[in-house]
């Protein structure tokens, strides 16, 4: 924490803050409408409609051969808060940041006992991993996975060592299941030791680098140097040291930009003083979108923290949200993570508030605080690469832990269909929003879904709904 009371407490710094008299000051503060107005003015004429996806989903549904349009499967696992030492029948119920280990103790009851599977009150049993191959049998082999962080318990460490271990565990799962698909990763918040806390100042990080060297098979050198220098990182897709002659025509011209979302975590206390760009990561988004652009290609863009999240800086959140605009026709997906719920940002545009996107943020794969175990199975269109389905797969914790024959991942729902949309567009997600506020039955669809229908969902649901 030396940086961090160093910066803090620089007179400098204080001054500026707390005393706007004190000039010069070398802080700078951004101005996220002087942003605006600059990165906006090259604005492309035939997006200043800000419909460009939504004619796009248009096209798709006015295509005579919409069946037979050819699409690309992905999973999309966020969360997994893998407790390597979980040990069935230990106390669930403790007072520490971790239970269900022998740390925890004894338990009091026979319904404080840690369950097979998993437990509720609980990070992951690692045994799940293995349970994913359950689900590949119904939807088919994914032919890419996006793996967007959190991956150790929610406890706090603070040897690198320690709070990768879950990563690299995960990490040797994942590449025994799937030792020839797809994978691109990228890290949470609770990887770090201590969790939240990324020093942008510095040139390097113990974490990122012994993340990047367990994550060798899925990087190339180039990209893999880049994370470790930057900590995050943008991909062509089709260098990715798996990919197929199918893939590679399936996503040609297609990148994977993935964010280190730290840069406006509010717990990242790193970033107090910094009122600048953190790791020059925005500045960077914009350069590699524009050049993106340039070359007539597509982006998805993966993180854990989402943008429009509360945790999530206004300052930074504002910044992606001009560029969101800007590149709204290169940009065709988006996903996130970190709330542990199934949720959803509708993207705004700058001017007119118009719905331009759509961040879409996945359940986590830990049971903690009462969720079932749950990842999200995506269709992408192939010629725009936009979402067409996407579905929830969850495995029913209580049943699994009273029956081994329920210990599997299923489908659960579809997005588009359990609400009754027409498609997965901007325009579709923005009537969810209302349908949610003024339609009770869907307000209470929406909570248990949002808690992959785990326990006590319905009843909380309800409790929502009475509240408001």
């Given amino acids: 924490m030396t940086n961090f009371k160093k910066k803090t407490f620089e007179?400098?710094?204080?001054?500026?803050?707390?005393?706007?008299?004190?000039?010069?000051?070398?802080?700078?503060?951004?101005?996220?409408?002087?942003?605006?107005?600059?990165?906006?003015?090259?604005?492309?004429?035939?997006?200043?409609?800000?419909?460009?996806?939504?004619?796009?989903?248009?096209?798709?549904?006015?295509?005579?051969?919409?069946?037979?349009?050819?699409?690309?499967?992905?999973?999309h696992i966020s969360d997994m808060h893998l407790?390597?030492?979980?040990?069935?029948?230990?106390?669930?119920?403790?007072?520490?940041?971790?239970?269900?280990?022998?740390?925890?103790?004894?338990?009091?009851?026979?319904s404080a006992e840690a369950g097979k599977w998993g437990d509720y009150n609980c990070d992951s049993n690692p045994a799940t991993i293995d349970l994913l191959k359950s689900a590949v049998e119904k939807t088919g082999k994914p032919d890419f996975i996006l793996w967007t962080g959190d991956s150790n318990?929610?406890?706090?460490?603070?040897?690198?060592?320690v709070s990768t271990n879950s990563t690299i565990h995960i990490t040797k799962k994942l590449l025994e299941m799937f030792p020839d698909t797809v994978i691109f990763p990228i890290h949470g918040n609770h990887e770090y030791s201590p969790m939240n806390l990324h020093d942008f100042s510095k040139q390097s990080n113990d974490v990122i680098g012994l993340i990047g060297n367990a994550w060798s098979d899925w990087l190339t050198p180039e990209v893999k140097s880049e994370f470790i220098k930057k900590s995050y990182f943008s991909y062509d897709s089709v260098q990715h040291p798996k990919s197929s002659a199918d893939f590679k025509r399936k996503m040609k011209n297609t990148h994977i930009i993935a964010l280190n979302t730290q840069n406006c975590y509010s717990y990242n206390f790193f970033l107090d003083g910094e009122f600048n760009d953190a790791g020059n990561q925005v500045e960077w988004l914009e350069d590699t979108l524009r050049e993106i652009e340039r070359n007539g290609e597509l982006a998805i863009i993966i993180g854990h923290i989402p943008p429009g999240e509360i945790d999530c800086s206004n300052p930074v959140s504002e910044r992606y949200r001009i560029l969101l605009d800007r590149f709204q026709h290169v940009i065709r997906l988006n996903l996130y993570g970190h709330t542990h719920f199934e949720e959803f940002e509708v993207i705004k545009s700058i001017e007119g508030e118009k719905a331009i996107g759509v961040n879409h943020i996945t359940s986590s794969f830990t049971p903690h605080q009462n969720q079932n175990p749950s990842f999200r199975v995506i269709t992408l269109d192939v010629e725009t690469k936009l979402p067409i389905r996407i579905?929830?797969?969850?495995?029913?914790?209580?049943?699994?832990?009273?029956?081994?024959?329920?210990?599997?991942?299923?489908?659960?729902?579809e997005f588009a269909d359990v609400y009754g949309l027409k498609d997965l567009s901007p325009n579709s997600t923005q009537q969810l929003t209302t349908k949610i506020r003024d339609d009770e039955q869907t307000a209470k669809m929406y909570a248990i879904n949002k808690l992959a229908h785990g326990k006590g969902s319905a009843e909380i649901a309800a409790n929502k709904c009475n509240e408001s």
Avoid: W
């Fill in 11 to 75: 007179p400098n710094y204080f001054c500026s803050m707390f005393l706007p008299i004190c000039k010069p000051s070398k802080y700078t503060f951004l101005d996220p409408k002087a942003d605006a107005k600059q990165i906006l003015a090259d604005k492309p004429e035939f997006i200043k409609n800000n419909d460009f996806i939504n004619n796009l989903y248009k096209e798709i549904e006015s295509d005579k051969n919409r069946a037979g349009r050819e699409t690309i499967l992905a999973y």
């Fill in 83 to 110: 407790l390597l030492d979980y040990k069935p029948g230990t106390n669930s119920d403790c007072t520490g940041y971790t239970c269900c280990n022998e740390k925890a103790g004894k338990p009091k009851s026979k």
């Fill in 153 to 161: 318990d929610h406890g706090i460490e603070f040897e690198p060592e």
């Fill in 391 to 413: 579905e929830t797969y969850t495995m029913d914790l209580a049943k699994a832990n009273q029956d081994d024959a329920n210990a599997v991942f299923s489908f659960n729902h």
